[in-house]
Antibody
Framework: QVQLKESGPGLVQPSQTLSLTCTVS????????VSWIRQPPGKGLEWMGVIWSNGGTDYNSAIKSRLSISRDTSKSQVFLKMNSLQTEDTAMYFCARGAPFDYWGQGVMVTVSS | EIVLTQSPTTMAASPGEKVTLTCLAS?????IYWYQQKSSASPKLLIYYTSSLASGVPDRFSGSGSGTSYSLTISSMEAEDAAIYYC?????????FGSGTKLEIK
């Protein structure tokens, strides 16, 4: 069955870089896109960006200058890197398959604090 | 950027009551997708391509609309339907979600 699981540090210092990994199973990254979506505590959902099945990427223009999404198809992993983190980047970070997002990971909570 | 406006922001319904949630787009979109989120769990896809029911979703849920106006209807409210509902557009990037409707049980 299709599964996605996010991993990464729970706490990041302001101005530092966030690195998250989404490990997938039951699907091929060369046939499926994967998006990153985040949700600040008590707030709504924000699409961050996508890596398409062909390896191309699209990013939300609001954070494009700080964001990079890449993948390692041999390890079935998708990576998110976002620099210059601020407190407003505190959120639950999800990875999800496809568009629409029919399968989601459980999410990883990231807190930006010194 | 296409902005999706959901209404109402919050509502409460009695068991058995019919519920209609609305999603208005700032520009015409091809389709709308609906998600249900309970507590801090991952959102669950309910409706895709505006009116198609996702696998395993009870048939009391339905979707309709076109252009800039879309709706999600629950024909008969059940306690387990209490959640936050989000709409999503995939017509253009950035992909955008509505701000959500919180649905409570009376």
């Amino acid at each position: 069955q299709v599964q996605l699981k996010e991993s990464g540090p729970g706490l990041v210092q302001p101005s530092q870089t966030l690195s998250l990994t989404c490990t997938v199973s039951g699907l091929s990254l060369t046939s499926n896109s994967v998006s990153w979506i985040r949700q600040p505590p008590g707030k709504g959902l924000e699409w961050m960006g996508v890596i398409w099945s062909n390896g191309g990427t699209d990013y939300n223009s609001a954070i494009k200058s700080r964001l990079s999404i890449s993948r390692d198809t041999s390890k079935s992993q998708v990576f998110l890197k976002m620099n210059s983190l601020q407190t407003e980047d505190t959120a639950m970070y999800f990875c999800a398959r496809g568009a629409p997002f029919d399968y989601w990971g459980q999410g990883v909570m990231v807190t930006v604090s010194s | 950027e296409i902005v999706l406006t959901q209404s109402p922001t919050t509502m409460a319904a009695s068991p058995g009551e019919k519920v209609t949630l609305t999603c208005l787009a700032s520009s015409s979109v091809n389709y709308i997708y609906w998600y249900q989120q309970k507590s801090s769990a991952s959102p669950k896809l309910l409706i895709y391509y505006t009116s198609s029911l996702a696998s395993g979703v009870p048939d009391r849920f339905s979707g309709s609309g076109s252009g800039t106006s879309y709706s999600l209807t629950i024909s008969s409210m059940e306690a387990e339907d209490a959640a936050i509902y989000y709409c999503l557009q995939l017509t253009s990037t950035p992909l955008t979600f509505g701000s959500g409707t919180k649905l409570e049980i009376k």
